[in-house]
């Protein structure tokens, strides 16, 4: 478990609402007969997202949280197939699209994509796959991809909250700031961490969710 827990797991795109009940999500193929590899839940929009190795594939399975009811099973022999459907289903049906609201008519956004340990939700995002050292000052990306608001997760049993943002606001000289914080408390945050490349984002939140899994927080 710890760091190379989360080293192995692979990263998806995921949207608002999505709870990460079980992540063990990783190219390496079990010799179990029947494995769960990943189930995320969403509340608001009813539903949960299995994926499952079975009989030397993978298999996604989209079905009713609170309704025994299936949606949709889908088989894959590669992880590369099964990531890319994985990601339309986690924002389709994030979208609502089972409930019959608009469905996803393009490509998932080009949101960051995280490696999230079981007991996380995230609460929103916005936070592109863009490293603002590849930008020019005019670039517009940074009136609409870097703020304050760049991505909120919460841990609800350890009452954790994980907070990015991009300070001063669409400044290509600021950074981005990562604060964890427990118990509602600002005033002292448990982690205060600025950093101006993507690369060293992703390795400071990996780090976090490490720490968090062997009970640092």
């Known amino acids: 478990m710890g760091r190379d827990h989360i080293s192995q797991l692979q990263p998806l795109k995921i949207c608002d609402g999505w709870s990460v009940v079980l992540n063990n999500l990783n190219s390496e193929k079990s ?4 494995y769960e590899l990943l189930i995320l839940q969403n509340e608001k929009r009813n539903a949960i997202i299995k994926v499952i190795y079975e009989n030397d594939q993978y298999h996604i399975k989209v079905v009713g949280l609170k309704i025994d009811k299936i949606y949709d099973v889908e088989s894959f022999d590669e992880i590369e ?3 890319e459907e994985l990601e339309y289903q986690i924002w389709s049906v994030g979208s609502g699209i089972l409930e019959e ?3 996803l008519s393009q490509q998932v956004p080009n949101f960051l994509r995280l490696r999230i340990p079981a007991g996380w939700t995230v609460d929103y995002i916005t936070l592109k796959d863009t490293d603002p050292k590849t930008l ?3 670039d517009d990306a ?3 991809d870097f703020n304050q608001d760049l991505l909120q997760i919460s841990h609800k049993t350890k009452n954790l909250l994980l907070d990015v943002g991009w300070y ?3 400044d290509p000289s600021g950074s981005y700031g990562i604060e964890l914080i427990k118990n509602e408390d600002w005033e002292n945050p448990l982690e ?3 950093c101006t490349e993507l690369k060293e984002l992703i ?3 990996d780090n976090i969710f490490m720490k968090e899994m062997i009970n640092e927080y």
């Open 81 to 83: 197939h099964l990531l």
């Open 101 to 103: 609201l608009q469905p």
């Open 142 to 144: 940074w009136l609409f």
């Open 203 to 205: 390795t400071q939140l």
């Open 192 to 194: 205060d961490i600025m």
């Open 136 to 138: 020019e000052a005019s």
């Open 31 to 34: 010799t179990e007969e029947e």
């Open 168 to 170: 001063p606001e669409g």
